[in-house]
């Protein structure tokens, strides 16, 4: 089993920054490929950004790339997501996962272990 706890969410501006926090615990961290996901209300859960477990890998939404950083410490345990130039449209809840996979996937049917979620507001 692997926990997750987000920290780090908020309420901010149009053009604000916030940088989620990913602990994880329980298995040995570098043995997973993380994920940070996000679902808006009503809408469906989508992809935002992908790690590997030795960070050689990233990917990231199109609608996010430029503004948003995903990176991990895995001394720490903990995968981050640095977001700059918040819109309205990035209002989720925002949710890391982890997966066992060397190579991550964008599917969210694809990871085992999710954390709680943290709330983002962007106000316009």
């Known amino acids: 089993q692997v926990q997750l706890v987000e920290s780090g969410g908020g309420l901010v501006q149009a053009g604000g920054s916030l940088r989620l926090s990913c602990a994880a615990s329980?298995?040995?961290?570098?043995?997973?490929?993380m994920g940070w996901f996000r679902q808006a209300p009503g809408k469906e859960r989508e992809y935002v950004a992908i790690?590997?477990?030795?960070?050689?890998?990233?990917y990231y939404a199109d609608s996010v790339k430029g503004r948003f950083t995903i990176s991990r410490d895995n001394a720490k345990n903990t995968v981050y997501l640095q977001m700059n130039g918040l819109k309205p449209e990035d209002t989720a809840v925002y949710y890391c996962?982890?997966?066992?996979?060397?190579?991550?996937?964008?599917?969210?049917?694809?990871?085992?272990?999710w954390g709680q979620g943290t709330q983002v507001t962007v106000s316009s």
């Open positions: 996962a982890a997966d066992r996979a060397v190579v991550p996937s964008s599917r969210s049917g694809d990871y085992d272990y």
């Open positions: 329980g298995r040995t961290f570098s043995n997973y490929a």
């Open positions: 790690i590997s477990r030795i960070s050689n890998i990233l």
